[in-house]
T-cell receptor, first 119, second 113 residues
Framework: DTAVSQTPKYLVTQMGNDKSIKCEQN?????MYWYKQDSKKFLKIMFS???????INETVPNRFSPKSPDKAHLNLHINSLELGDSAVYFC??????????????????FGPGTRLTVL | AQSVSQHNHHVILSEAASLELGCNYS??????LFWYVQYPGQHLQLLLK??????LVKGIKGFEAEFIKSKFSFNLRKPSVQWSDTAEYFC???????????FGKGTKLSVKP
């Protein structure tokens, strides 16, 4: 069984389009994340949700909007796609926020990634 | 600002060579540190993690890492690499009060058969 799944795996689209990437986890975790991996393989947090509530919203353009219909899903919607949005987007989940020094493990389980190419 | 740095961008080894990948973190206080591996075209997998206790942590596939608080380091080691270890390796730490991972820039390991 896939723990964290993302669809689609590949997404090729034109500039200016609106697209969504879906993420689902079947681990019963409370916290979900979106990370962006650029062409140099650098990974950076974009958003995190805990119990459907937005916790982190890094300096991401407001063209990116996460939506969490329930604890098992965190979808990423992107409006007016730009060339610079081309990257691999990874969804992840963890049991809880797992704050440093806290009682919970923040081991994060990652999805397979969605390679977005904007032409 | 909290950060995690990996100084080796690309490491090339022959099979059976020993491996050590450097990782340093910049923040104080309680630290939770991780090493993830990303095989070509695949997602991130956890190799090992350090939360507290024994600073020498054993992970999967024969990897280990040592947390040295005085050096702010968490280097990854393997005594004898295999061709199948060819991958990108990421060191990460938990970022402050929000629980997200802060990643280093990654080290690409190429193992020649």
């Amino acid at each position: 069984d896939t723990a964290v799944s993302q669809t689609p795996k590949y997404l090729v689209t034109q500039m200016g389009n609106d697209k969504s990437i879906k993420c689902e986890q079947n681990l019963g975790h409370d916290t979900m994340y979106w990370y962006k991996q650029d062409s140099k393989k650098f990974l950076k947090i974009m958003f995190s949700y805990n119990n459907k509530e937005l916790i982190i919203n890094e300096t991401v353009p407001n063209r990116f909007s996460p939506k969490s219909p329930d604890k098992a899903h965190l979808n990423l919607h992107i409006n007016s796609l730009e060339l610079g949005d081309s990257a691999v987007y990874f969804c992840a989940s963890s049991q809880d926020l797992g704050l440093a020094g806290g009682p919970f493990s923040n081991e994060q389980f990652f999805g397979p990634g969605t390679r977005l190419t904007v032409l | 600002a909290q950060s995690v740095s990996q100084h080796n961008h690309h490491v090339i080894l022959s099979e059976a060579a020993s491996l050590e990948l450097g990782c340093n973190y910049s923040y104080g206080g309680t630290v939770n540190l991780f090493w993830y591996v990303q095989y070509p075209g695949q997602h991130l997998q956890l190799l090992l993690k350090y939360f507290s206790g024994d600073p020498l942590v054993k992970g999967i596939k024969g990897f280990e890492a040592e947390f040295i608080k005085s050096k702010f380091s968490f280097n990854l080691r393997k005594p004898s690499v295999q061709w199948s270890d060819t991958a990108e390796y990421f060191c990460a730490g938990i970022g402050g009060s929000q629980g997200n991972l802060i990643f280093g820039k990654g080290t690409k390991l190429s193992v020649k058969p």
